[in-house]
């Protein structure tokens, strides 16, 4: 029988912030000329050591690192996106909304957080919809990510293709040894979420012609959360492949 298997969070993002505090001193100029880690931590990085985790969190660097730089900063941005998404579509209360969003600054904003503050995000919106899980103010929070990607430029259909990647990529460790983890069953649905958002506003011919996919690994998760028997990692793998070679 398929169990659950929930991670300890909290005290990934107590390290995640530390690794990225310590690290922050020696890093390169990297996206728009903010310091980038010397290891890149979390789902936000582009490299460096794995730090012992897992495939899902290797998969969303890699993702980063196969989009070009000039996209980069859109696809933070999107990734981002993508945890005020599932925050907003749980139905657990405020706590785990709030938690949610917690999960994206630790693990996206964190990871480079001057490639936000180029595009203009304000941050502040984003503390306060951390804090407090609240609708309204996860609401602000998109709106104000929603105005920060329209200055960001970036190629729509790499964003698409990097959220794909990632959602793909964290799908991996969703089900293991017959446990599910229902966060980063979470993770990866936002990341879906957001690329379906991604795809609707796009222009792009290429982008146009692969939205049913995408709408068609949106609808790969049931519910906002995991539910006992998920859609067999196997068969998501295979409908991200599908949108990431329509869109290569």
């Known amino acids: 029988m398929t169990t659950f298997r929930p991670k300890l969070w909290t005290a990934s993002i107590a390290v995640l912030l530390a690794a990225t505090a310590c690290s922050a001193e020696g890093g390169e100029a990297g996206e728009k000329g903010e310091a980038t880690p010397a290891a890149a931590v979390g789902e936000g990085g582009e490299g460096g050591n794995e730090g012992g985790a897992g495939a899902g969190e290797a998969g969303a660097r890699s993702a980063y690192a196969a989009v070009p730089a000039e996209s980069r900063v859109a696809l933070r941005l999107a990734h981002l996106k993508g945890f005020l998404l ?39 919106v984003l503390d306060k919809a951390a804090q407090t899980g609240a609708p309204a103010d996860i609401d602000a929070a998109l709106k104000a990510i929603d105005a920060a990607q329209g200055k960001a430029k970036g190629d729509s259909a790499a964003v698409v293709k990097g959220l794909t990647d990632i ?18 069953y979470q993770h990866a649905y936002g990341a879906a979420l957001a690329a379906q958002q991604a795809a609707a506003a796009s222009s792009d011919p290429r982008v146009k012609a692969a939205k049913s996919d995408v709408d068609a690994l949106v609808a790969m ?28």
């Open 167 to 184: 959602s793909g990529g964290l799908y991996q460790g969703v089900i293991a040894d017959g446990a599910v983890d229902p966060i980063e």
């Open 221 to 248: 998760f049931p519910a906002p959360s995991a539910p006992e028997k998920p859609t067999p990692v196997s068969q998501v793998a295979a409908q991200a492949s599908r949108i990431e070679l329509a869109l290569s």
């Open 86 to 124: 599932i925050a907003r579509k749980q139905t657990d209360g405020a706590d785990a909304a709030a938690a949610l969003v917690g999960q994206g600054m630790a693990e996206v904003y964190d990871a480079q957080p001057g490639a936000f503050q180029s595009a203009g995000l304000d941050k502040a």
